[in-house]
């Protein structure tokens, strides 16, 4: 494999702790876990080969260097055709922004734009709008006893706001979410062949769905970033057929990256903030604390616990010779907790100094990084302005996985 030996650099060790992270009580608190992994040193062996990156400044030197890559689609094929990378819906990750390497990366970023002030402004006051109704609604629901605030507010949120935008039919809006919750176990750390093909169906549905979305918008475009999605690519590629799907693999793109991981940033907000009376009562009497509270969160337990990259060529990182092809899992969560980049990192401070790499970073910082910001402040805001004080009435579940977090209830009641 290419990579340093010694006691210390053990994969069975690596094998013990990784067993007990998939454990639900792993799950619910993975912290104690990465903080053995990080004593082993910033770079150690992943229990199925490659390497496992737990030091903050290793992973932001992985993320913003040309040398690391993407797992894209040549790389997956050549992992052969009975391995996870070569599933369905692997493969058909493989052709999204989020998997592409230069140039490819680089035309495709360009067609897809950004969410610029303007964009963001015009999206803020349906997300503020929105989450008003949501908690006219919740208010409602928490008068006769305890409600998941999970399932009522931070789970409609994003749909409601990625639904509007992209014009897409509001009865479609929850099978798109369950789709989502479906799809992401391919981008799962070690799915299992069950969760494989629960991916895979998702996945098929989805490209059924919104290939229909694009063709529907090509015979009758409107002011909307589908369709302007669909005139760029016309100006790019002049076969018909491919644009659309190109376009396809846009939407497919966004859906995904706009609902999981900001769903799951809103729960874990409004956990941090139910789960102490003196936190709550902060941001009440400082609602400028807001920016700070969700950049903390997104430090603290941020959605993406892990994201992985591959080496183009050979190559030493932290000291470990990595080989070209192989891959390395950037363990993000365990890298927000480095006391090396953060002093105190397993306190909690909304006052704290932002750094974290929850949006990755390079060429691949997530586009949708100020829509989600958005969201979560603006729910924040809103929460603490109109709402009594609101405590945890129980520990919320996790789902089984380890890269993607998601709290399945977040049950709460009123103080």
């Known amino acids: 494999m290419g990579v340093a030996t010694s006691p210390s650099y053990d994969r069975r060790a690596s094998a013990s702790l990784f067993s007990r992270l998939r454990t639900v009580r792993g799950q619910a608190d993975p912290f104690p876990i ?5 004593a082993r040193g910033e770079v150690v062996p992943a229990p199925w080969g490659g390497s496992l990156v ?46 592409l390497n230069r140039p490819d990366h680089t035309r495709v ?3 897809a734009g950004t969410f610029d002030r303007a964009t963001v402004e015009r999206i803020g006051r349906n997300v503020s709008r929105t989450a008003d109704q949501l908690l006219d609604a919740f208010t409602e629901r928490i008068r006769t006893g305890e409600a998941d605030f999970s399932e009522l507010v931070c789970e409609e949120l994003p749909v409601a706001t990625i639904g509007d935008w992209l014009g897409l039919p509001q009865a479609d809006w929850p099978r798109l979410r369950q789709l989502t919750h479906d799809q992401v176990f391919t ?18 549905e989805l490209r059924t769905y919104f290939m229909e979305v694009v063709r529907d918008r090509r015979s009758r475009p409107g002011d909307d970033p589908v369709t302007r999605w669909i005139q760029a690519w016309d100006a790019i590629e002049p076969d018909r057929d491919k644009a659309d799907e190109a376009v396809y693999f846009l939407v497919l793109f966004v859906l995904l990256a706009a609902l999981e991981t900001t769903a799951t940033l809103l729960s874990t907000m409004t956990l941090r903030l139910v789960e102490s009376p003196d936190r709550w009562n902060m941001v009440a009497d400082n ?24 080496a183009s060529q050979d190559t030493v990182l932290g000291g470990i010779e990595v080989r070209r092809d192989e891959m390395v899992h950037l363990m993000i969560g365990a890298a927000h907790r480095d006391p090396a980049r953060h002093g105190d990192p397993d306190r909690f401070d909304p006052g704290r100094t932002p750094g974290h790499l929850a949006f990755s970073g390079g060429i691949h910082y997530c586009l949708g990084a100020p829509l989600a910001r958005l969201e979560a402040q603006t729910l924040l805001r809103q929460l603490i302005r109109r709402l ?28």
């Open 34 to 38: 990465y903080a053995e992994l990080l």
């Open 287 to 310: 609602p400028g604390l807001a920016v700070g509270f969700v950049e903390e969160t997104l430090r603290y337990d941020p959605p993406t616990h892990v994201i992985s990259r591959v």
């Open 54 to 99: 737990t030091g903050f400044a290793a992973c932001d030197q992985v993320l913003r260097s040309r040398e690391w890559l993407e797992p894209d689609r040549s790389w997956r094929e050549r992992q052969g055709p009975g391995t996870r990378w070569n599933a369905p819906s692997s493969r058909e990750m493989s052709n999204t922004l989020a998997a």
């Open 109 to 111: 970023r360009r067609a």
């Open 388 to 415: 009594p004080r609101l405590t945890l009435v129980r520990p919320p579940s996790m789902a089984p996985r380890v890269a993607f977090r998601r709290l399945l209830n977040l049950d709460v009641a009123l103080a």
């Open 187 to 204: 981008q799962e750390l070690l799915p299992s062949a069950s969760q494989l093909a629960q991916s895979d169906a998702a996945t098929a």
